[in-house]
């Protein structure tokens, strides 16, 4: 959905004209007009203004999204929230400040591993070792 089409929708979701959304931005109606059919676009201002007053954000004016339209409630849901302790905090942290070291020791691992088999290339390719190719794939 498009600048244009969410202005629509929202300015129809409040009941207003395109006159009443006018007077509430200081502009005119021509502009509201310009702006629903998308022959311009509001400057920074207006959209920060737009935002304030449908209570939505300039993200949600300014992307374009292919998606369903967005549903808005005035309320706050308490129940989607997740209280965290000081001591829960510090538990997660100490559990992560653990893994540290062995996150450290898998992370060289994999980045030094080829090193190992350029290293037996080079000592074959100079005939230091002798390799087969049983010897080589293991």
């Known amino acids: 959905m498009i600048f244009a089409d969410k202005l629509i929708q929202l300015r129809k979701r409040e009941g207003w004209s395109q006159e009443d959304l006018a007077a509430k ?3 005119s109606r021509q502009s509201v007009s310009k702006w629903e059919g998308a022959t311009s676009v509001p400057d920074l201002d207006k959209i920060m203004k737009l935002s304030e007053i449908f209570s ?22 308490s129940s989607q929230t997740c209280t965290v302790t000081v001591e829960e905090a510090n538990e997660y942290m100490d559990l992560v400040n653990r893994l540290v070291p062995i996150r450290s020791i898998f992370i060289a691992s994999y980045v030094l591993s080829p090193l190992t088999l350029i290293l037996l290339s080079i000592l074959t390719d ?10 080589a794939a293991a």
């Open 25 to 27: 931005l200081n502009v």
């Open 56 to 77: 939505v954000t300039t993200d949600y004016l300014l992307k374009d999204s292919m998606g369903e339209t967005i549903e808005y409630s005035d309320t706050y849901d």
């Open 126 to 135: 100079c005939g230091v070792i002798e390799l087969t190719e049983e010897q």
